[in-house]
């Protein structure tokens, strides 16, 4: 997190890299643990995003809505955390989307991330979605 908050994105990636080997490994199939993967999926995406792998952020993010959606139809004690977290991942593809030009694919993801919930405007996408 560190080297994330200091915008070393590359170094901060290759922490996450190796985050997620060792969650592979501790096979963490709980609520905290899910959680902790989509949320690594989601600050690796930011990273890529950042330095210009739009296509690896999508990848990612990909994998992060898949996880969220899996939590929120089955755990429904833990269901609002992960509609937090897919509210974020879904605002992250429209940028992502919005940014390699796929404009219906942005403003798709825009409309999930407020159907999920989320609630903060964004003159660019509230307006250019219309």
């Known amino acids: ?38 949320e690594n999926f989601h600050k690796m995406a930011i990273c890529h995003f950042s330095i210009g792998n739009v296509r690896s952020a999508l990848d990612l993010i990909e994998q992060e809505i898949l ?36 404009k219906t694919q942005a403003c798709i993801s825009w409309a999930l991330a407020k159907e999920y919930g989320y609630q903060k405007s964004d003159l660019t996408f509230d307006e250019f979605c219309k």
Do not use: P, R, W
């Open 1 to 38: 997190y560190c080297y994330f908050f200091s915008n070393d994105y590359v170094k901060a990636i290759s922490y996450f890299e190796n985050l997620y080997k060792h969650q592979l490994a501790s096979k963490d199939l709980s609520a905290q643990g899910m959680f902790s993967l989509a």
């Open 67 to 102: 996880i969220c959606k899996g939590v929120i139809e089955n755990d429904k004690a833990n269901k609002q955390i992960f509609t937090n977290l897919i509210q974020q991942a879904y605002v992250l593809d429209a940028t992502c989307n919005f940014k390699i030009e796929k």
